[in-house]
């Protein structure tokens, strides 16, 4: 999908404008969380939400660990979102090691508790090394499970997609193709793995357009709290860490607060770049701390809500 002569004035606005002067703050953003591990890491998560919910996201979604491995600490962190906040909860759902009948039970569960968005997803094998096996009695893939979802209540689903394609594809043909079967099982958007680059995401996007898919696709953006954590989930999920940035977080190992501001800054340039092509939804990997997702959306133009 070729930019519109408009979209290519506004980009060349937003180049030529002071650092962030022209962002009105038109846009629409999501947070991720992942359910805690201990007493001190819960009240890290909730005061996490409680400082991003003033800025009234569309949603908020829980992860779903390798497995189902979190699945009761998952439905925790969600029931207390939806019984304590005003912020759309999506629960984050998979098809690892677990029946049809199982899934669907916890779906159901969900759906009585006032959660009406799912994130569905193959999932993460918990044996790496063995890779990912279906269930011999659950859901084979995310097309699957989207269908199963569907027949338990009409929620609204997102997916995953993978702008540098996902490690278990053939190619990034079948990766395209798998994301339409998932929109076509009815799929309302899909969110991206995390990447760096700007073009990474428009290229990206112009591929699914061609493809048939019609649907949401929404940049997922991750603050780099730990370059080297960063290079470690990199290098799971085929996502390519551009040249320029080890030099930026060279030497900050020990200077957390200087890490935040360079993290926060490039972070920001990204969404900038990316609104100027049009983007306006944003999908914040918070890692559980609110404070660097927070700044890049204010620098965005987004504020409390009343």
């Known amino acids: ?20 002067a022209q962002v009105p703050g038109d846009i629409e953003v999501s947070f991720e969380f992942f ?4 007493e001190k890491m819960a009240e890290t998560l909730w005061d996490s939400v409680q400082t991003l919910a003033p800025l009234g996201p569309r949603f908020v979604s829980v992860t779903y660990g390798a497995g189902g491995s979190t699945r009761e600490r998952t439905h925790e962190a969600v029931r207390r979102i939806v019984g304590e906040t005003a912020m759309p909860v999506a629960a984050h759902l998979t098809c690892v090691d677990a029946t049809r009948e199982e899934v669907n039970a916890v779906a159901q569960e969900y759906w009585d508790e006032g959660v009406r968005h799912i994130v569905a997803l193959r999932g993460d094998p918990s044996d790496h090394d063995r890779g990912y096996r279906p269930h011999p009695d659950g859901y084979a893939n995310a097309a699957e499970l989207i269908t199963g979802l569907k027949e338990v209540a009409p929620f609204d689903i997102s997916v995953a997609a993978y702008p540098e394609m996902h490690p278990d594809s053939s190619d990034r043909q079948a990766d395209l193709d798998n994301l339409k079967r998932k929109f076509d099982a009815g799929a309302t958007r899909a969110i ?12 990206f996007r112009d591929k699914a357009a061609a493809a048939g898919i019609e649907g949401e696709i929404v940049p997922g953006i991750m603050p780099v709290m730990s370059f080297a954590a960063v290079q470690k989930m990199s290098g799971l999920c085929g996502t390519a860490i551009p040249h320029w940035m080890e030099g930026l977080f060279e030497g900050l190992d020990e200077k957390p607060e200087a890490r ?21 939804q944003f999908h914040f990997y918070t890692l559980n701390r609110a404070e660097l997702s927070y700044a890049i959306c204010h620098m965005l133009g987004v504020r409390a809500k009343a």
């Open 260 to 280: 935040q501001l360079v993290s926060a800054t490039i972070a920001a340039e990204l969404c900038r770049r990316l609104y100027a092509g049009g983007v306006r």
């Open 1 to 20: 999908m070729s930019p519109t002569l408009d979209q290519m004035r506004e980009a060349q606005r937003a180049l030529e404008a002071p650092m962030f």
């Open 35 to 38: 359910p805690p591990k201990s």
């Open 192 to 203: 991206t793995q995390f990447f760096f680059e700007p073009e990474c995401f428009f290229d």
